[in-house]
């Protein structure tokens, strides 16, 4: 699953603000938008077998040439909360989210968890009805 930023980051907000705990649970992929929507939960688990992606996304500008480069100077703090929301939320230092940011970084569970990106795997950390 992947998506819109605007949308996506509207979710991320409904959830790290809810009282209810939020669990986000990988039963495939999370690439992309789905990947940073992932890291929001409360509690974040996969399967064995799920995969993450992150990457820089997507972008389409159409508009006059000044508002194209105001569109794109305002990208560049947004790519910068991204930033920032993806280390808080994760154990990859600065340096290592900069060096991973231009390349489709794809993970599988267990490199996933290393990461931090996720916090327990079914089937090894836990079993699906401890959690549902």
Same mark, same amino acid.
């Given at each position: 699953?992947?998506?819109?930023?605007?949308?996506?980051?509207?979710?991320?907000? %409904?959830?790290?603000?809810?009282?209810?705990?939020?669990?986000?649970?990988?039963?495939?992929?999370?690439?992309? !938008?789905?990947?940073?929507?992932?890291? %929001?939960?409360?509690?974040?688990?996969?399967?064995?077998?799920?995969?993450?992606?992150?990457? =820089?996304?997507?972008?389409?500008?159409?508009?006059?040439?000044?508002?194209?480069?105001?569109? !794109?100077?305002?990208?560049?703090?947004?790519?910068?909360?991204?930033?920032?929301?993806?280390?808080?939320?994760?154990?990859?230092?600065?340096?290592?989210?900069?060096?991973?940011?231009?390349?489709?970084?794809?993970?599988?569970? =267990?490199?996933?968890?290393?990461?931090?990106?996720?916090?327990?795997?079914?089937?090894?950390?836990?079993d699906m009805d401890e959690?549902?």
């Amino acid at each position: 699953m992947g998506g819109d930023v605007d949308a996506g980051f509207e979710l991320i907000d %409904a959830i790290l603000a809810s009282k209810t705990p939020v669990y986000t649970i990988n039963l495939g992929y999370q690439y992309s !938008m789905g990947f940073l929507i992932g890291l %929001a939960g409360h509690k974040r688990y996969a399967t064995q077998n799920a995969k993450f992606l992150m990457h =820089d996304g997507s972008n389409l500008i159409w508009n006059s040439g000044t508002k194209a480069q105001d569109q !794109m100077e305002f990208q560049k703090r947004v790519e910068q909360r991204i930033k920032q929301y993806v280390i808080a939320h994760s154990n990859v230092t600065s340096e290592e989210y900069d060096s991973k940011l231009r390349v489709e970084w794809y993970l599988f569970a =267990d490199e996933a968890k290393e990461k931090g990106f996720c916090d327990h795997i079914l089937g090894v950390d836990c079993d699906m009805d401890e959690i549902v």
